[in-house]
């Protein structure tokens, strides 16, 4: 198969980039589009140009480092999944594809396609976490959880911190990132303790990021590759409600 | 000169061990904790688990990753679970058991003491992590949920459907969060370890280049902590992430740090096969498949290009279920991946070059239904169909062996440090629980014990006679060390060949592959030993490495990776020649049973080979720590 690609490319933060056209030829169906990629580096090094910079690490979907926008959608057309987990076979051949960066307020640029998402640690290390110290635990089987709220905390749980809600947002939220921490830790038992902190400070963090609010688009939840469902959303505001009239009441 | 390998193992009966020697270990008071830095490198379960526990002790801590957050480090790909003798199933499980099918799945080549403390630290892991928030699979009663895997008969397994490890990391990433927010650990992610520092003997200090904007930092510390993984992609193709890389453990190896049983890597029997040339890295499909799937291939050649529904029952070899009719389908790793290359050998594979076999869940639907199926593994059959574009609910999926975990690593003695004092290792990094094939589930299970309930006691041990100690990075030891860094990374700049780094590493990867995989011999690795000096040669004088070191700059990054393969490989074929016997992974064709299987040669190897680096010019010094049972009986390993 042969592709006709335009790839962003910006040598810096500071710097302003722009859609660089690249052909590539002979690509077999069964080719990641990040191994599409990297045959695209392979000819540029050729060439004697500097390689695209992208991001990638398990290329399997679960760590979460790869981060393209393919064709305006975040993580490209094969949904759920992240981008490499998407094979050539699902274009046409002689497709025209444009790739670029996840286009985030609260994520700059480094290079071409590589984004800076420090932001979303932010977010966790305001109280995503449980605080049990080592050494400290009960026995686990002590703490009978039903299977189903067990269950719902998994699917909550299962987000690979990729940012492709926000980036999928006309509003630039972080919302579905956010609500799916604080679902998965407020659902277990474990985590009731310190709900009430958690909701507040991560709400206020992700504020102070950058990332905009939610105003009910649902498109994140069509780019999540880990299909993280918007109704979390609804449970963050309800956590985060009940939070802050728990504080307000001195509780 | 190293003199005579000391493991430190505490004297008296094997379940006593760790409870006794962690009393005389000594500690650290509160106010002396505040004063130490310690360097982690590495923050997958291993390295994040340490942070966190160090951090929450009141050390002060930096921790390095080369990932862009210490939530993607590789340990997020672990999907089956994690073991532990809680016997919750009631089916006869103790910390015995789980012991000795660890040291009996890793063909006896591990230590007694260790394996056996493992074993006793699992049940804690368990209770820590449900106390952090991972979400377990759980019974309708709300309980735990166990599943079984390969080289057990019992049921130990703790898994998060098919994102264990994920869950895992994710807890880890958490508590790393919560110390960096309390101040005690300082994060350095996009950072990579290029080399170890040594003043007075002791490990202190690492020089670092940021991958973000090229600089490079000399940072001084009271000890270093290697958390940095495999080694897996000295073979290209593996189910490592791509940037999973050996140079932090052998620029330690480089400075002193011995390398111990290098040869031993792990083949997993269950992967996606190769589909092409362009493959840039290969998927795995979780061990726990096997429990449900029965693997098969066509018992003549001539049917291999047949649609596999259209070949029937009588026409079919369940070959591992014919070979190991006590185990079948749950066949420890390494048992199985043979048993693949030996039918694909015999020219009855399926697929592309007929390198696969088929993992057939027809029967398993039947018995049970598709949506039990598809509630167990349905995140597997998703990334199968859009790996390959089939849906494994209708043919079986095709499989095949490939490079998945290195069991060699850095030496370290029974508190986890190196012959380096001053320099831990934990997790994949280091060599010592798994011998020659690491049974699954107990991957995490190590970088978990390391990190949390083992490193923590004795790294104090160390600490306690280090206060007051710490050098300047000022100091001649670390402005050497960092001219020795900027000098290498200049010269890879300068080769300005014509060869891309990828086709290297790739022919780098197929040799390997050839002739250090699934079987090995002498003649063979001979042949590997002389190419790979040539191929290094041909990197060092014809390498392209575009753009500036002063800089992000990711084909620098790779070159300086596949720089230090290029060496590795050559010490990993050395001790594949040197081990005259066949155990777990390691498998050298001259030495065999009748039927095929390995054949251990406990007289002669039955010891940690571990590896001393002298100077370029000349070969390691090989020493051997000799491995002592007092408690399990050495057997050949039947599966049967």
Redesign the interface.
């Known amino acids: 198969m042969n592709f006709q690609l335009k790839v962003w490319r910006q040598k ?1 933060a500071q710097s302003p980039g722009k859609l660089v056209d690249y052909g590539v030829q002979d ?2 169906p ?3 589009f ?3 990629l ?2 695209l580096n ?1 000819n540029l ?2 060439r ?4 695209v ?1 992208f ?11 790869c981060s393209l926008t393919v064709n305006g959608e975040a993580h490209g057309p ?1 949904h759920p ?1 992240a981008v490499c ?1 998407l ?1 050539m ?1 699902k274009f046409r051949d002689g497709a025209t594809i444009t790739v670029e960066p996840f286009r985030v307020g609260a994520f700059a640029i ?2 071409d396609l ?1 984004i ?3 932001a ?2 932010r977010i ?3 109280g ?14 002590s ?5 189903h709220d ?2 719902l ?2 699917e909550a ?2 987000c ?2 990729c940012g492709a809600c926000a980036a999928a947002c006309p509003n630039g939220s972080a919302m579905l990132f956010t609500a799916a921490k604080v679902s ?2 407020s659902l ?1 038992p ?2 009731r303790p310190e709900r009430v902190t958690r909701a507040l400070k991560m709400v206020q963090v992700m504020d102070s990021q950058g990332f905009g609010n939610c105003t009910n688009t649902y498109e994140c939840e069509a780019v999540c590759p880990a299909e993280i469902s918007a109704g979390f959303i609804a449970k963050l505001n309800r956590e985060y409600a009940r939070a802050a009239v728990q504080r307000s009441a001195g509780e | 000169m190293i003199g005579a390998l000391h493991a430190k193992i505490p004297h008296g009966p094997l379940d006593q061990k760790w409870c006794s020697h962690r009393d005389h270990l000594r500690l650290v008071s509160p106010n002396n904790r505040r004063k130490l830095e310690i360097i982690v490198v590495g923050s997958g379960l291993a390295g994040g ?1 340490a942070a ?2 160090l951090g ?1 002790l009141g050390y002060r801590v930096k921790c390095f990753c080369f ?6 480090a ?1 340990s ?2 672990a999907q089956g679970g994690i073991n532990a003798a ?1 016997n ?1 199933q009631n089916d006869g499980d103790s910390v015995y058991r789980l012991f000795y099918d660890t040291i009996k799945g890793g063909d006896f080549r591990s230590r007694e003491a260790n394996v056996y403390r493992l074993a006793e630290i699992s049940n ?1 892991i ?8 991972v ?10 949920a166990n599943r079984s895997f390969g080289g057990a008969q019992v049921s130990r397994t703790f898994y ?2 098919g ?1 264990t ?3 895992l990391l ?1 807890g880890c ?3 790393l ?2 110390q ?2 309390a101040g005690t650990v300082q994060m350095f ?1 996009q950072t990579e370890m290029l080399d170890l520092v040594i003043v007075d003997e002791n490990a202190k200090g690492i020089i670092t280049r940021s991958l ?1 904007t090229g600089r490079i930092d000399k940072h001084a510390g009271d000890a270093v902590v290697l958390a940095t993984g495999g080694y897996g992609n000295v073979y290209y193709l593996s189910t490592n ?3 999973s890389n050996v140079t932090a453990t052998y620029r330690a190896y480089k400075r002193g740090a011995l390398f111990a049983n290098p040869s031993f890597t792990q083949i997993h029997p269950t992967c996606i096969p190769v ?2 040339e ?4 290969l ?2 499909m979780s061990e726990s498949l096997r429990n449900d799937g029965r693997v098969w291939v066509p018992r003549r050649k001539e049917d291999c290009d047949k649609p596999p529904n259209e070949i029937p029952e009588r026409d079919r070899d369940y070959y591992l279920e014919r070979k190991y009719p006590s185990y079948g389908n749950l066949a420890p790793r390494d048992i199985s991946s043979r048993a693949a290359k030996e039918v694909c050998d015999e020219g009855r594979g399926v697929g592309p070059g007929r390198r696969g076999v088929y993992l057939d869940f027809a029967d398993a639907i039947k018995r049970l239904g598709e949506n039990t199926i598809r509630e167990r593994y349905g995140n597997l059959f998703e ?1 199968y169909e ?4 089939e849906n494994a609910y209708k043919v079986p999926m095709r499989i095949y062996p490939a490079v998945h975990y290195t069991m060699g690593g850095l030496w370290v003695d029974y508190n986890l440090m190196s012959n380096v004092p001053g320099l831990f290792v934990i997790g994949e990094a280091n060599f010592s629980d798994h011998g020659a094939n690491r049974l699954g589930a107990s991957a995490l299970m190590q970088g978990l014990a390391d990190g ?2 083992i490193l ?1 006691y004795t790294l104090p041990n160390y600490l306690a006679g280090q206060i007051g100690k710490r050098t300047s990075p000022d100091s001649p030891a670390f402005q050497q060390a960092e001219s020795e860094v900027r000098a290498r990374i200049q010269k890879m700049l300068a080769v300005k060949g014509k060869r ?1 780094l ?2 290297i590493h790739r022919e780098l990867g197929l040799l390997l592959w050839d002739k250090c995989g699934m079987s090995r011999h002498e003649r063979g690795l001979r042949e590997a030993l002389a190419k790979i000096p040539k191929l290094r040669d041909e990197f060092w004088h014809n390498v ?1 490495v ?2 500036d070191g002063e800089d ?1 700059n ?2 620098l990054e790779r070159a300086g990776r596949v720089a230090d393969f290029l060496e590795f490989a050559e010490l990993m074929c050395l001790d594949a020649l040197q081990r005259k016997e066949s155990c777990g992974g390691h498998f050298r064709e001259e030495h065999q049973t009748p039927d095929g299987e390995a054949l251990r040669d406990d007289e002669n190897h039955a010891a940690v080979f571990a590896w001393e680096f002298q100077n370029d010019q000349q070969p390691p010094n090989l020493h051997r720590e000799p491995l002592h049972f007092e408690t399990v009986h050495l057997t050949q390993r039947s599966y049967k």
């Open positions: 810096n690509i077999s069964n080719t990641s990040l191994e599409m990297d045959i392979e090094l050729r004697g140009e500097e390689p910079a991001d990638s690490d398990c290329r399997e979907g679960i760590c979460g480092t094969d999944g987990e094979y076979r480094v290079k590589v800076d998402r420090i979303l640690d966790v290390q305001a995503g976490f449980i605080s049990a110290r080592a050494g400290s635990a009960p026995e686990a089987n703490t009978p959880i039903p299977k067990s269950e905390a998994m749980a299962a690979i911190g998965h830790l277990l474990q985590g | 688990s966190a526990t929450e990932q862009d957050s210490p939530r993607r590789h997020i790909a809680k919750y804690q368990i209770d820590q992590w449900v106390a952090q928030g979400p377990f699979a759980r019974e309708y009663g709300g309980l735990l998060a459907r994102q490890g994920q869950q994710l990433y958490q508590a969060c919560r960096i927010t992610p973000r992430a791509r940037g589909s092409g362009h493959q840039a890295k998927t795995l990334v859009k790996i390959t574009g949390y309930f923590p891309s990828d086709s392209r575009l753009g992000f990711q084909s």
